[in-house]
């Protein structure tokens, strides 16, 4: 028998309950009629998330690494320079999977817990093919500035991680000048892990990679199979699409489209917030830099001689309650705590600062 | 409102119930003990259901064609060559992901419905890297003898796609020289498309590529996560594995297994030479060569003068039937019946006869 947890680390959150019951739907073919209809209204509801109109924005039938990969795998042509903004470790990741693509990689390094800096990204190299940066860095807890990296881009390909970001924070691909996006369902949009929103503009797709060396991955196959906006009469099968996951997350989107985007925005930085000003009452010490905290994903310093891991497994016996270990060089010295999507309620982030408060007592 | 569909195609198949069930148990995170018990639990089931004792066998984060590419991209070093026997459409995708993993591929072509012939794939090439073939064609209803090329082999390395056999027919990797293996969860394992069970043995593992083009299927990172058998104390974090798919994928091996897999072959042959009579008995005439037909996925030829298309959407809409249209240049010539996990019972046999005799009747 499966114990019921509070999902309020770094991922993945409780999911919607609507996602949930979704899952448990009788199943459906990935060629039936009713699934193909569940399919475009999905694409249909990740173009608002996203804030885009992009023809190819699709749910791609694998987690939301998966999605890093399928950006870069169907852009980097081999020897493209690449600038990388490091700022945690989802950047450091995109340097591995850029270089595996065949991309001579310019990474511009950052302190951990600081937002990128856009005029050093954007001075990096005078003509790069792509340049790359996080939105939300999962790892630390950082939001940073797309839209003006977008706006200083020029000719280059804007390639952006939004996997802590979608369904939590505003994010505007398209004012924002992103040409390619990724993002995973089991943050802020509430759906169990499995599957990673996916957007790619027309600008990015005419330079793309035409035979890019991931098959299941390959956008141009792909967007056959999930009937690219104005070209649905057309259906060629190209894998099997996990069919319950796209049910669970048609929930999910609807759910919070149900709610508003905005609206749903605001519920994560007010929850958001008040968890952060809860911790610092404690005396606790927060670890992404002032000005750039992500109210979906708080960073907090372990304080000095306290056994992360042990308060850690504490919260999980004691009150079922998961939150994260920091991540990279800080493992041991920052937790991750997210209220994410579902979780981003008031009871949510009082039921952790309550048990932080009663394990650190005990400790 | 979902609609109930017997799915009695080539899969998606209706998962077990108990499949279904644990997608809508209380989520776990993909570091949660009780989630790494269950993931342990997983891989050691799909060693029996793979036939295999090998450390590295564990369920990919996408679905099957994701392990046909996960097959190819950690074996594969330029130039290798690559022997592929292709009698059906799994074959030929199989040369298409080699050839983009740089491998120099020597397809051994067959008519479609034909097993392979063992003797001309061991002599397309002297000494090719890597020896791929399909064991069940889930494009033509056909089993070939994966034994007989294990026993030829010789230095070559054995890939195998089990996506239509495993759960379902006799199937022992280890046994027959399977060196690598991937299959799909929709078919005979009874569970949502989602994951790739894989496995690789120590032989083709020491000759992997160090570091494949795809970071998201790099089995060298991959196997820290899920713990591979004596190393269970390093658990090293590379993506967040999907859950609840897991989750799903632990209770239908579970069914499986206690039903046991002997059983459940039994019971799959059983009902698929019921089909296969049974629609003889109706006039209709099998497209697979005598001999090697699978029992889980039958086809079975259009009868001249009937609409393929407008007797499966008759089938959907009249009876909540989903059957397969053929694959290829057999789109509209063939019909595939899957009889496959939950769906591999007398009942459903009974049904899909009755059901086409009643719609091909009124045509």
């Known amino acids: 028998m499966i114990r019921e ?3 309020l680390g770094p991922g993945p959150s409780n999911p919607y309950p609507e ?5 448990a739907e009788p199943l459906l073919g990935h060629l039936d009629p009713e699934f193909l209809r569940i399919m475009d209204e999905t694409c249909d509801m990740l173009r608002e998330a996203w804030g885009t109109s992009n023809a190819r924005t699709l749910p791609l039938s694998a987690t939301g690494s998966a999605g890093m990969e399928a950006a870069f795998v169907n852009t980097v042509h081999p020897g493209d320079v ?10 450091q990741r995109m340097t591995d999977v850029a270089a595996r693509c065949g991309a001579e990689v310019v990474a511009v390094d950052h302190d951990w817990g600081q937002p990128v800096d856009v005029d050093r990204v954007l001075s990096a190299h005078p003509s790069p093919a ?9 790892s630390t807890g950082v ?3 797309i839209a003006a990296l977008g706006a200083g881009k020029g000719d280059a390909l804007l390639l952006t991680d939004a996997v802590t970001s979608i369904g939590g924070i505003e994010l505007r691909a398209d004012d924002w000048g992103v040409d390619i996006g990724y993002a995973g369902t089991q943050k802020c949009l509430g759906v169990a892990p499995g599957l990673a929103p996916f957007t790619i503009n027309d600008r ?4 793309r990679v035409e035979t890019p060396r991931s098959w299941y991955l390959d956008l141009g196959m792909l967007g056959g199979y999930v009937g690219e906006a104005g070209g649905r009469a057309q259906r060629t099968y190209h894998h099997t699409a996990p069919t319950a996951m796209v049910a669970s997350l048609h929930a999910g989107l609807t759910r919070i489209l149900d709610e508003g985007l905005e609206a749903v925005w605001a519920r994560h930085q007010a929850v958001g917030d008040s968890l952060q000003a809860g911790l610092e009452e404690m005396g606790l010490e927060l670890f992404a830099a ?10 907090v310093r372990v304080p000095e001689g306290v056994d992360s891991a042990a308060v850690r497994r504490e919260l999980l016996e004691r009150h079922g309650i998961e939150i994260g270990a920091g991540a990279g060089a800080y493992a041991t010295s920052v937790w991750r705590i997210g209220l994410m999507g579902h979780n981003a309620r008031p009871d949510a982030a009082l039921l952790v600062l309550a048990a932080l408060e009663d394990v650190l007592g005990r400790s």
Not at 130 to 138: D, G, N, R, S
Not at 290 to 296: I, K, V
Request: proline fraction near 2%; charged fraction near 25%; hydrophobic fraction near 50%.
């Open 5 to 7: 947890r509070h999902l």
């Open 19 to 23: 996602a949930t019951r979704a899952l």
């Open 82 to 91: 690449v600038v990388v903004a490091v700022n945690g470790l989802f950047g």
């Open 130 to 138: 792509i340049i790359a940066a996080v939105h939300a860095e999962t």
């Open 143 to 145: 939001r940073s500035d």
């Open 204 to 207: 990015a797709f005419d330079r």
């Open 290 to 299: 002032e000005g750039h905290r992500l109210p979906d994903l708080t960073t």
